[in-house]
């Protein structure tokens, strides 16, 4: 092969990349570079640079150090049989780019993971050195995600969490069953025990942090992973089940679902088509649901239908709402904020504006229109001073009423 | 920072100093509600003139001060930066509220209240889409940008730039101000021009490189993109040039991957014709290019000229390119294409074989939020996007012409047709050739009832047969 320049380098190990949901770059501590001699900061906060027309956030430099890999995974485009071209860069070369790209405001930060060369630990050596350059050698106070490698050794993986705000390792596919099909190498089991130490490591430097002010950091920013939706054959109700249980077991702070795309020089094994990208959206509402909307993991499941499948026309907190009508209306001059959440068409904040103003005023359906988004969607489930929506909830047909009027047609479906 | 003064009428007048003035603001808006001003009597400006009527002499500073939530200081902060004319005078008459009510900004309800967190919400948006958007260029060691912002937050924005990038030197150029940081102290200077910050920086290819390939063909969500990556920030981003050639080849991208072979190809364009009709015809797409025959022109992303072969015996003529054709650069393939295409298979016609393209050639609309609400093409701008569909005729020659809704049937018979009276049975045009006339299939996504769209689906499709079979005639 004859030496691919730095740019043909970056063409390559960014599409290799690409298939990987996370780019966030919320949830660590604030800091900025004064009083430092390199570049950096945080907000906590998020900042998305550029969106890409496929809609996702381009947050951080998100690269493999490598795409070559000796697993064989067969969702994977860069799995040891696909015949895509290789690259592999030096620790150097994504340092530089790196802080090339941060200093023209182009990127929050990097998000590095790479295929598996050698052996586990060889490639999480390579991924920390970046990390620890950055840090050590440039004083980088931007955002770092590392993706860990479930099998390498415990000292890497700690200071893999020293130097990043994230890191992550993907569960890749719902249920154990697919994961032995498809990605014979990989071990649920091992991927679920480097998760629980990691969250025993983030636990205790927490801890630590809290009695000590100079108690080094650790993934200030958490761990998150994420699941392939579509390639297997879970539905939503497993993907739900195992999503639920990764929050609880190992305090995740985003789980990221990924509608299983085309990828070039697919393995035979894989469906040649992709699920709707709307079942992807469905799973992030319902994650959404369960951990901002104060909803059990088992009642968003209860909207699933006979095949286990969430509606795909209209939203789950929705869905829910229609299945059990005797919880509605609701008042929004007395209901608690617990009840409030459930109302299909309020959101968060809608809910904690209403719970500010009705100390100050009995609310009125136009003092609702002022407050939401769409006062029509909100209606048929409240109760305020002048309203009551006695006429809308009883019908049998409310769903049709509710449910988008013209299904979005999908931009060049096949 | 602010003058106050009586002017000839009873209002009493504030001259502020910047539009973003916000201690001028809170300067002479506490003073004035200490003395119990009413909103409506006082007249606020921006301007460095000097009146000189009182001059500076505000009216009882003694006046008893009185304390207001920390909220509200942070809203009018937010809000002052906001380009509103109105903003100095409703948080002046909220302020007076909160000294009669303390808990005053807890009732969001109210329409003063909501109104100023709405503008606050836009400041701040605003703002963080600045933190963003703004693209550095490297120019020996110091690192310029320029950027504009829809509000005045430039100030506003400099701390975070300091924090961000305290041991760089650095400026940020926008229309009105300018920032600049020498690693040590930063300096404010007049507004400038985007051509002082010159390109040339080898990087931006690099980045360019990188939003192509991190882009995956096979979601396309350009609606998404938009709502988060609105046009108006687009000028001063390297990046963005690439979004209508991702979108236009991402199908294409994504059968290539099914297909097995990552060779990306360029959507399909116009086959050989014997003759010099293909280069007339890409001489003539070129033209079209830079066309300012009207002032669509300027709104408008660019010209979305026909597609099709040149030997095709059907010419279909639409109205004008939608928000997504617009983008694309292609005829047909939004929400309406895709019904369009849909039917066409369902009439057994393969759009390959056929010449595609609209009346009018820009996409014309009124922007509403983040949105671009399409708005139909007046006469005016019909007759003069005439000449271009003339031209593609004359190449094309079609033996049906099919005029998609009544705009296409105006461009190509020069006067209104009521398309219920017309459709099913052919016209003959000024070269002999037929035009059938039928809807627009945009025209059958907008009816709101099933029933009524599903009817007039089948009225469409029957057209479309029709024309299918006259075809087929006319080809023995």
């Known amino acids: ?414 | 920072m602010s003058r106050l003064a009586v002017s000839t009428t009873d209002a009493l007048r504030v001259t502020l100093a910047a539009p973003d003035d916000f201690d001028g603001w809170r300067d002479a808006a506490r003073n004035l509600a200490a003395s119990g001003v009413p909103a409506d009597a006082v007249a606020w400006h921006i301007g460095t003139e000097e009146p000189e009527l009182f001059g500076s002499d505000a009216p009882k500073r003694a006046a008893a001060q009185f304390p207001v939530p920390r909220n509200f200081v942070d809203l009018a902060a937010d809000v002052v930066c906001h380009s509103d004319p109105e903003r100095f005078a409703l948080l002046y008459a909220l302020l007076l509220r909160l000294r009669d009510n303390r808990h005053a900004l807890e009732d969001e309800a109210d329409p003063l209240v909501r109104r100023l967190q709405k503008l606050q919400k836009a400041v701040r948006r605003d703002l963080h889409k600045m933190h963003a958007f703004v693209r550095f260029r490297e120019i020996d060691g110091r690192f310029v940008a320029f950027f504009e912002p829809e509000h005045h937050i430039v100030r506003r924005s400099a701390s975070f730039f300091v924090g961000r990038f305290t041991n760089m030197r650095w400026s940020i150029l926008a229309p009105d101000v300018s920032i600049h940081w020498d690693g040590e102290i930063l300096t404010e200077g007049p507004g400038a021009t985007r051509a002082e910050a010159p390109s040339g920086d080898p990087f931006e290819e690099t980045w360019r490189t990188y939003y192509a390939s991190i882009f995956n063909p096979a979601r396309l969500k350009v609606g998404a993109m938009l709502k988060e990556m609105p046009k108006k920030y687009w000028r001063n981003m390297p990046e963005t040039a690439l979004v209508q050639p991702l979108i236009a080849s991402a199908r294409q991208r994504e059968l290539d991957m099914i297909a097995g072979s990552a060779v990306s190809q360029e959507p399909p364009r116009a086959v050989e014709r014997p003759g010099n009709a293909q280069a007339a015809w890409d001489a003539l797409r070129e033209q079209a290019r830079t066309c300012t025959r009207c002032d669509l022109c300027g709104p408008a992303t660019q010209t979305v000229f026909g597609e099709g072969p040149l030997t095709a015996p059907i010419m279909f003529i639409g109205e004008q390119p939608g928000d997504q054709e617009d983008l694309a650069g292609r005829p047909f393939v939004g929400p309406a294409g895709q019904l369009f295409n849909a039917v066409l298979e369902e009439t057994g016609i393969d759009r390959s074989t056929t010449y595609v393209t609209n009346a009018v050639k820009h996409f014309k609309f009124v922007p509403r939020g983040k949105r671009r609400i399409h708005s139909k093409p007046d006469t005016g701008e019909i007759d003069a996007c005439r000449w271009w569909v003339e031209q593609e005729r004359a190449l094309v020659l079609p033996q049906i012409t099919v005029a998609l809704g009544a705009t296409a049937a105006r461009s190509l018979t020069g006067k209104s047709i009521t398309i219920g009276r017309a459709r099913g049975a052919p016209l003959t045009l000024a070269d002999g050739s037929e035009c059938w006339v039928t809807v627009h299939p945009s025209f059958i996504l907008r009816i709101p009832e099933e029933d009524r769209r599903e009817e007039e689906r089948a009225l469409f499709v029957q057209d479309l047969k029709r024309v299918r079979m006259r075809a087929e005639e006319l080809a023995e």
């Open chain 1, 1 to 414: 092969m004859t030496q691919l320049g730095l740019q043909q380098k970056l063409g390559i190990l960014a599409d290799a990349a690409k298939y990987d949901a996370s780019c966030a770059s919320s949830g660590t501590t604030k800091r900025d570079s004064r009083g430092g001699t390199g570049v950096g900061s945080s907000e906590g906060m998020g900042i998305c640079h550029a969106y890409a027309p496929d809609g996702r956030c381009i947050s951080l430099l998100k690269i493999l150090l490598t795409n070559s890999c000796i697993f064989d995974c067969a969702y994977c485009i860069n799995r040891s049989s696909s015949n895509v071209r290789r690259a592999r860069f030096t620790a150097e070369e994504v340092v530089r780019l790196t802080l090339a790209f941060y200093k023209r405001n182009y990127i929050e930060g990097l998000f590095l993971s790479s295929g598996i060369i050698r052996s586990s630990n060889y490639t999480m050596e390579q991924i920390v050195e970046v990390a620890r350059s950055l840090r050590e050698d440039h004083d980088f106070r931007g955002y770092i995600h590392l993706k860990t490698i479930p099998d390498a050794d415990a000292e890497l993986v700690r200071q893999a969490g020293l130097y990043a705000d994230r890191v992550s390792i993907n569960v890749e596919l719902p249920t154990t069953d697919g994961l032995t099909k498809l990605a014979p190498e990989k071990d649920a089991h091992r991927i679920e025990t480097a998760m629980s130490d990691m969250r025993a490591s983030i636990d205790d430097a927490g801890d630590a942090s809290r009695r000590y002010t100079s108690a080094p950091r650790f993934a200030p920013a958490g761990q998150s992973t994420q699941m392939i939706v579509g390639a297997d054959s879970a539905n939503d109700r497993d993907i739900l089940h195992k999503a639920s249980g990764l929050y609880e077991r190992y305090a995740l702070r985003r789980v990221y679902y990924s509608a299983f795309s085309p990828i070039p020089d697919a393995s035979a094994v894989l469906p040649l088509k992709r699920p709707p990208l709307m079942r992807e959206h469905r799973l992030y509402q319902s994650d959404w649901l369960i951990r901002f909307y104060g909803f059990a993991p088992a009642e968003v499941q209860s909207t699933t239908d006979a095949h286990g499948m969430l509606a795909l026309d209209i939203d789950p907190k929705l869905a829910w709402a229609l299945k059990f009508r005797d919880q509605f209306p609701v008042n929004v001059n007395t209901a608690s904020k617990e009840m409030l959440l459930r109302v299909p068409g309020l959101g968060a904040k809608s809910v904690e504006r209403i719970l500010s103003s009705r100390r100050w005023r009995q609310l009125r359906l136009e003092d609702i229109a002022r407050l939401t988004v769409s006062v029509a969607k909100v209606r048929p489930f409240i109760v305020a001073t002048d309203w009551r929506p006695t006429s809308l909830i009883d019908r049998t047909d409310l769903r049709s009423f509710l449910a988008p009027k013209q299904e979005q047609l999908e931009l060049f479906a096949p």
